[in-house]
Structures are given as structure tokens and as C-alpha cells.
């Protein structure tokens, strides 16, 4: 009313008549004045003040229309835009403590009833914990999960969880992997704290066995709350390689895990004709036992052990297949300039054909890989593999060849591996800068600032390019660490004196303002550098030194031994193709260093790796053992007879990676020393110390030494022999689960083939095409030994001739899923360290306590109903300027009055 009262000039508003009344109100002003009515004394005031100093400011009629059609206009105007915002649904991050939990239980037929039962009570125990603020949904699943309630406060879950029926159809299979996508999905857009309560064996015997972080919802943790027994593991297990040659001595494990104290006889059969047959006494627990064999001349070679009791009835019986085919060559290289590799020869005293050679040698042609079984990689640096190189090495393994990579003080983190496409390749995470201890160092950067280094090449000039390696380098270091700048030509002259990082501006001013020398005096330059590093201390000491061109003759072992005596360690970078490598490169090897030979836009990559590799040491050195692990029965082959080394590389394993050796290091933590994985349809394998020169020195020369790269080397070789064609089964509950790739000459993927097999029995089936070159059959699994043979029949316009044959082999103790299958310990710890999530414990489980996290609040309800006010308020306003509200308000009393008059109320 104040408002419209400043808008609306006039006189004599508020006497009792109509007479004074020049304004267009005046209608509306004779209802709102008339006695008895609650707005009158507030309008009268109204009019006296505000109208009165309108009238006073000389308030005009036109500018009171314009001011109310713009404010009009305003009013709608952001009506308008909040209904906008509300049909955007604005979602703001705002901090909560509330928290987002699934309950996920395994009512597959592997979980007991009674686990069932205490699932239900662990999960009635968290959902009391809940806060009210809080929201809960519970998931069963088996073969599919079930949604029994979306999101929802606690104290509906718990009603739900207390009446609902822990069983499904189709319960004879496991789907983990369905299950926790339909979580992810649920928790997509909670609020506040995510967290998933997994109760479960872990047993999966469908979908994926392997997971990825893209089945977890951001900021998701897994809880696991343990169901059932830990797994037994197979009364018997055999371990031999996927491939071998024909004729040559195969070596395998046997794992023994008895049901019971006694007298056993193992029977081993290969090929149908038995090889061994020996008593054992088992006093129950574990027992691995290795064995070998001759293979045959072709094809496959099959291993039957039995395990019978004192009655020779059959207590365990497992089987194997080994494919014979003759392997291709193995490459093996070095850095360039350094000696054959002891590797080489060790592969070549097993039979193995070798061909040796330096980092250069890596084919950079896909076709130059085709009579390669494998590639080794021994301690070479990143950054002496060039890019096409390294693409068609990719291509290779992809296809299915073996890549073994190797230790030493160039290679894995030291050689930067992070920083280039091998990164990829690696069952192990070579770039730990965020986990190690940092050292203090001095670096100092030795520069040439002869007249050639002034010389462009591009757009650039070598001392501009060296500039910039600087700049890079110092990126890298340590705020505690120091570098200096030592400019040469004829006489050294210091640029830069041992500084702290803060100063990097600084330096590399006065770096841009190095003056064009004369000639190169190398030998001035390293006698300066020693008086600037002064007499060794307790912190490391490294020089770089930058050169294009021919310096003056000098001592090189005599300033080498000075130098190393004074703890110095110095990396030569050669510039251009004029540079004098050969002695550059001699003076790198002599001080410790490492030698680069480069272009100047690779200069400041090679820098900051040398820094980086200064101020983050990944050498672990000492007195180490390898352990084999408990889940590979390859490792236990490997670990036999292996004395101990002298150091490694840190490395970190990745989630599915096979971890065969490992290390205790001195902080009690486990790091890898040999691990493998999958890549694309070949194998890649790590070995985290040296192949011999420093580490491995005690081993050169045993019969633990040369059977390590053999076995390894036979382990992930490709066959050189190969059909286009890779077949595996699967166990996928009651069912064999095969899958064929398929590889044409070229090593794409094949595809409208038709892919054909037959059973054991003979039955033929067809494998329909599921994704390009992946094709797929499902069969009922039969409880043994299991032979399927796999060809193509057509289609394979650009394959092997045809028909392409293969064969794929499995073995079933017996059905997949069962209770006393036990638990897979293996799959549920994946999870929580996918997730970074923990175990509950069963009998009373509880959350980790809530803290601050992050919610999301949708505005959408609010805006709609600020939006809906300022319309109601806006048309109000409207009507009430045009004078409808009075017939409104006439309407209204009318109304009333009659039904007054109805209900007998007047008379």
C-alpha cells in the first residue's frame, strides 16, 4: 500500500466522499477509504505522506506510467527467468554430512541360508545406525539383481529388509558385475556420502570376473561384509605354460591340497602314456611339487595327474594342454653402446633362437615383427626408442607378442617410461614421484656458449633450446634442492651461483643474457665445476652438460676419477650431429651418467627426466630375497634355487596384474620384483632388477639364473606358427563359456567370419560374432576333461588358408556354483582396493564415522514457487493499477452476503 500510495499523486484521497478525487484510483480509493474498513488508517497515512511529497518533487502523471510499466515488466521479466532456472535444475554443491548407502546382498546358491539370515542382521545393524538425514537402498542379486527400494529413509528400509525374502530365481549363477552397475546407478545423483555394503562370497561366475573403476560411481567406497568359508582352493591344481616347443623338456607345478591326512599316490600321464607315479604321506596341509616332461613332435602335448588314496579310488584329478608349435626369434636389446645382455645368452643355452642388438634396433615396421616370438627390452631408456618404433611395438603386442622389459639404473621410472607410450604397455606403475622420499641435491647445469651454439636450426637456436631444457628441468626439483649455471667456451664463467628453486626467474635471466664465446675448453669448465661443488657432503651432486661441438683435448679417465672421488656425477647431452659423442659419451659412463644424443626440441624432456631421476631416487639397494606368490603356481617354478640380489627398481603392481616375485623392502611395505599381465591378445612381463650387470651379478652363470628368463621368455613368447585364430573357455555357472579372436595376416581384427567347433562328443555348434573379430558360444559345462576344436569356414578373404583350425580345453571339478565352493577372498579385496573402501566385520559390523562431504541440492521446487509468486503478485499488481480489483472485491462480498443471506443469517 506505501508503495502504490508513492506512485498514485492526488488530493483528498482519503475523505469520505468522491469530490477531490483527479487521480484514475479514484474508484478503487472510495472501497479502501469507506469507514470500518482495516486498510483505511494505513491508506490515509499513506496518501497524507508520500502523495504529498510526490506532489512536492513535481511528480508527473507520465512519469508514473512509465515507472509502472517498467516495474511491471521487471516483475515478469524475473518471474520468467526463475521458471528457466527451475526447468534447468540447478544442482549446487553445498557440505553435508548426510550419507548415500547401498546395501548389496548375494542370495546367489553358493550363500547358505544361515549366512542369508546373518546378512540380514549385519544389515539391520547398519540401517539403525543411520541418521534420519540419511537414505538407504537395498539390491539382491544373483544371475540379475533386484531393486527391492530405491533410496529411502532408514527406517523404511529396515521395515522393508525385516519382511522381504532373501532369494531369487535363477540363483544357481553369480553376476557381481550387474549388481554393482545397478549401485552405481542408484548412487549416481546421491547426496553426500557414498558408500556400498557388499555381502557376499565374491564368487562370480557371470559377467565380468575383472573390474574397472567405471562400475563405481564417483566417491563410491566398497565395504565388504564377508559371507561363507575362505576357499579351500582345488584339492589339486596343475601349473604349466600356455606354449612350448616340440621335443624340449617342459617344466610344471602340482599343488596338493588334501581334504585329509594320508597315504596318497600321484599318477602322472602325459599324452596318454603314464610318466610317474609315486607315493606320497600328506599330513594335510598345502604341498606344490615340481615335475617335467618331454613334449611331443606336434600339436598338443596332454598332462593327466591323478591323486588316488591307499584304496586307489580317484581323490582329485586334474588335466592340461600345452600347444606345440616352433617359436620365432627372440629379440633382445640393450642401450646403445652397451654390451650383449647375459640375458641373450642365457635363452640361447635353453635352445632359444636369439638376435641381439641395440636400442635402435627396435623395428619401427609392422612387418619386421613377424618372425619375432617375443622382445626384450633390457635397461633401456624411454627416450632411446623413437615414436614409429614404438607404435608398431604396441601393434605387436596387441596382436599377441610377448614384450619382456627389464631393470636397471636407465630403465621404468629412471628412463621415464611414464612419460611415453610403454606406460601402457606395463603390468606395473613406473611413476611413483608422489610416493618416495625426497633427497636433497645439487644440480648444476654446464652449458657450451661457443659461437655454433648461437647457430638456429628452426625456429630456434641451441642456446635458446638449452635455455628452455633448463627452465624444464628446474620444474622438476625440490624446494630444498640447489642448482647452479655454468657457461663455457674458452674460459668457464658462472652464470648462476647454487641456488634454491624460488630464484628460477633470476637465473634464467641471466641465462638469456649469456654472450657468444669462442672456442670450447671442456676440461676449464669441469675443474670449475668441482671448486663449485666443494668437498663432498651428505646431499647428491649431479652436473648436465650441454654441448654441440669438438672441445680441447683432456684426460678423460683422470678427470672421471676426480670427479667420482669428489662424488660427482655427471649426464652429457650431445646437440646436434656435430657434437663429439664419442667422448662425451665416455665421460658420461665413466662419471655414472647417462649419455643422450639429441635435437633441441627433445632437450628440455631429456633435462627434466635427469632432474627428476636426481631428486626422486627409485633405486632400492641392500640385501633382498624374492618371494614367490601364494597365487601363482608359475612363481613357485621361478623361486627355487634363487639366491639373493642386490636392488630393484620401485615400481607399483596395477590392479590385474599377476604378481609372481615380490620384495619385503625395509619399510615393511611389498613391491613388485617380477609381475605380468594381458595386453590386447599378447603378454607383458617386468623384471624390477637388472638382467645381470649390477644386481643380478651373484646369479650369473647358475642353473636359477638361466631357467628365470627361459621360463619367463616361454611364458608370454607369441607362436610363430599361429593360426589367426586364439581360443579360451571359461567356466559362466553351469555353462563353458568360448571365446575365439580372430587375426587376419595384417593382425586386424577379423570379421563376418564363420566360426564353427565340436564338442567333446562331437556335435558341431556355431559361434555367432559378437563384437568385430570376438566370437562366442555358450555349451552345457560337463563335469572333467574337455576338448572343444574351433575352425573357420569361410570369409577369411585376408586369414591364413582355410580352414583355420584351433582348439581350446577345459576342465570342471564340478558345478561352478555351490555353498561349499568357498569364499574368493581374491575378488572382494580387488573391490576395496578399486575403491579404496574396507571389510566389516560380520558379527558387528560398523560404518567408518561419517565426516564432511559433498551433496548436491536441487533448487528446482524452490525457484518454481518463487516464480509462481511473482506471477500471482505481478497480476495483482496489474489489476490493481487498472482498477479490477474492485469489481473483484464487489464480486466477493456479493458472494458472501448471499450466502449469509442462505444460511438465515439476515432477515
Not at 393 to 403: D, E, N, P, W
Not at 440 to 445: E, I, K, P, Q
Request: hydrophobic share 45%; net charge negative.
Amino acid at each position: 500500500m506505501l508503495i502504490l500510495g508513492s506512485w498514485m499523486p492526488g488530493r483528498g484521497l482519503c475523505r469520505r466522499t468522491r469530490r477531490y478525487q483527479p487521480w484514475p484510483g479514484s474508484v478503487l480509493s472510495s472501497s479502501i477509504c469507506r469507514p470500518g474498513s482495516l486498510a483505511w488508517p494505513a491508506f490515509c497515512w499513506s496518501a497524507n505522506g508520500c502523495f504529498g511529497k510526490a506532489r512536492a518533487g513535481g511528480l508527473s502523471m507520465k512519469r508514473f506510467v512509465n515507472q509502472t510499466v517498467s516495474g511491471l515488466a521487471l516483475l515478469r521479466g524475473l518471474a520468467l527467468l526463475l521458471l528457466l532456472l527451475a526447468l534447468f535444475n540447478l544442482r549446487p554443491a553445498v557440505i553435508t554430512h548426510s550419507r548415500a548407502l547401498v546395501l548389496l546382498l548375494d542370495v546367489s546358491g553358493s550363500i547358505k541360508t544361515a549366512d542369508r539370515e546373518r546378512a540380514r542382521q549385519a544389515a539391520t545393524a547398519l540401517l539403525e545406525g543411520l541418521e534420519e538425514t540419511d537414505r538407504a537402498a537395498i539390491i539382491l542379486f544373483a544371475a540379475d539383481p533386484l531393486l527391492l527400494t530405491g533410496l529411502t529413509p532408514p527406517a523404511a528400509a529396515l521395515s522393508l529388509l525385516s519382511v522381504a525374502r532373501l532369494e531369487l530365481p535363477q540363483a544357481g549363477a553369480t553376476n557381481l558385475e550387474s549388481a554393482l552397475l545397478l549401485a552405481h546407478s542408484v548412487l549416481a545423483d546421491a547426496n553426500g556420502e557414498r558408500l556400498l555394503v557388499l555381502a557376499s562370497d565374491g564368487q562370480t561366475t557371470a559377467g565380468a570376473s575383472a573390474f574397472s573403476p567405471e562400475i563405481l560411481a564417483d566417491g563410491q567406497r566398497i565395504l565388504v561384509l564377508p559371507l561363507g568359508q575362505a576357499a579351500a582352493g582345488s584339492p589339486l591344481a596343475l601349473g604349466l605354460p600356455e606354449f612350448a616347443r616340440p621335443g624340449e623338456n617342459v617344466s610344471g607345478t602340482i599343488s596338493l591340497r588334501p581334504p585329509e591326512a594320508g597315504d596318497y599316490r600321484l599318477a602322472i600321464s602325459v599324452d596318454g602314456q603314464t610318466r610317474a607315479e609315486r607315493p606320497l604321506e600328506l599330513d594335510g596341509s598345502p604341498l606344490e611339487l615340481p615335475f617335467s616332461f618331454l613334449s611331443g613332435a606336434s600339436g598338443q602335448s596332454r598332462v593327466d595327474v591323478s591323486l588316488l588314496d591307499d584304496s586307489g579310488a580317484t581323490v582329485a584329478a586334474n588335466t592340461a594342454m600345452v600347444e606345440l608349435s616352433a617359436a620365432g626369434t627372440v629379440l633382445v636389446l640393450t642401450k646403445a653402446g652397451a654390451a650383449p645382455s647375459p640375458l641373450a645368452g642365457a635363452l640361447a643355452a635353453q635352445g632359444i633362437a636369439v638376435r641381439t642388438g641395440g636400442s635402435y634396433d627396435l623395428p619401427a615396421d609392422s612387418a619386421a615383427y613377424a618372425a619375432l616370438s617375443c622382445v626384450v627390452l633390457d635397461d633401456i631408456a624411454a627416450a632411446e626408442l623413437n615414436a614409429a618404433a614404438l607404435q608398431a611395438l604396441t601393434a605387436y603386442v596387441s596382436s599377441g607378442g610377448g614384450l619382456l622389459v627389464s631393470g636397471g639404473t636407465a630403465s621404468l621410472g629412471r628412463g621415464a617410461y611414464f612419460e611415453s607410450p610403454l606406460a601402457d604397455l606395463l603390468p606395473v606403475d613406473t611413476d611413483l614421484r608422489k610416493r618416495l622420499l625426497f633427497t636433497r641435491a645439487r644440480l648444476l647445469f654446464v652449458i657450451d656458449s661457443s659461437g655454433s651454439m648461437f647457430e638456429s636450426a628452426g625456429h630456434v637456436s641451441k642456446q635458446e633450446a638449452a635455455m628452455q631444457a633448463v627452465a624444464a628441468a628446474l620444474e622438476e626439483l625440490n624446494p630444498q634442492d640447489e642448482f647452479g649455471i655454468l657457461s663455457f667456451d674458452s674460459q668457464p664463467k658462472l652464470v648462476q651461483s647454487f641456488s634454491t628453486v624460488d630464484r628460477r626467474e633470476e637465473a634464467l635471466a641471466a641465462l638469456s643474457t649469456m654472450n657468444q664465446g669462442g672456442g670450447t675448453d671442456l676440461q676449464a669448465a669441469l675443474l670449475e665445476a668441482m671448486r663449485l661443488f666443494g668437498p663432498p657432503g651428505p646431499i647428491k651432486r649431479h652436473m648436465i652438460i650441454f654441448s654441440d661441438g669438438i672441445t680441447a683435448s683432456y684426460e678423460i679417465e683422470t678427470l672421471a676419477a676426480r670427479l667420482t672421488d669428489n662424488g660427482i656425477t655427471v649426464s652429457t647431452i650431445a646437440i646436434g650431429r656435430g657434437a663429439n659423442v664419442e667422448d662425451l659419451e665416455a665421460l658420461a659412463k665413466a662419471c655414472g651418467g647417462n649419455f643422450y644424443r639429441a635435437e633441441q626440441d627433445e632437450l628440455p624432456r631429456i633435462s627434466s627426466t635427469e632432474a627428476a631421476s636426481l631428486s626422486r631416487d627409485l633405486i632400492m639397494e641392500g640385501q633382498f630375497i624374492a618371494r614367490p606368490s601364494s597365487d601363482s603356481p608359475f612363481s613357485g617354478e621361478l623361486a627355487v634355487g634363487l639366491p639373493p640380489f642386490r636392488g630393484y627398481l620401485l615400481t607399483r603392481a596395477r590392479p590385474l596384474a599377476d604378481v609372481h616375485l615380490s620384495v619385503d623392502n625395509a619399510a615393511g611395505a611389498v613391491d613388485p620384483l617380477l609381475a605380468e599381465w594381458h595386453y590386447g591378445a599378447g603378454r607383458v612381463a617386468v623384471f624390477t632388477a637388472d638382467s645381470g650387470a649390477r644386481w643380478l651379478s651373484g646369479w650369473l652363470g647358475t642353473p636359477a639364473y638361466t631357467r628365470l628368463w627361459a621360463s619367463l621368455v616361454r611364458r608370454i613368447e607369441k607362436p610363430a606358427a599361429a593360426s589367426g585364430l586364439q581360443a579360451r573357455v571359461q567356466a559362466d555357472g553351469a555353462d563353458a563359456h568360448i571365446v575365439v579372436e580372430a587375426l587376419s595376416n595384417e593382425n586386424s581384427l577379423a570379421r563376418g567370419l564363420r566360426v564353427v567347433g565340436n564338442d567333446p562328443d562331437g556335435n558341431a555348434f556355431l559361434l555367432e560374432e559378437t563384437a568385430p573379430g570376438r566370437y562366442e558360444a555358450r555349451l552345457s559345462a560337463r563335469e572333467g576333461f574337455s576338448l572343444y576344436e574351433i575352425r573357420v569356414d569361410s570369409g577369411w578373404s585376408d586369414g591364413p588358408p582355410l580352414p583355420a583350425r584351433t582348439s581350446a580345453w577345459f576342465h570342471s571339478a564340478g558345478a561352478a556354483e555351490s555353498a561349499g565352493s568357498g569364499r574368493d577372498d581374491a575378488t572382494l579385496q580387488q573391490l576395496v582396493d578399486l575403491s579404496g573402501g574396507g571389510w566389516l566385520e560380520p558379527a558387528s559390523p560398523q560404518l567408518p564415522p561419517a565426516g564432511l562431504a559433498l551433496g548436491r541440492v536441487s533448487l528446482r521446487w524452490l525457484f518454481a514457487l518463487l516464480a509462481a509468486v511473482l506471477f500471482v503478485f505481478e497480476l495483482a499488481l496489474r489489476s490493481f493499477l487498472n482498477g479490477r480489483l474492485k469489481n473483484v472485491w464487489q464480486a466477493l462480498r456479493a458472494w458472501w452476503r448471499q450466502r449469509r443471506l442462505e444460511a438465515g443469517e439476515y432477515h
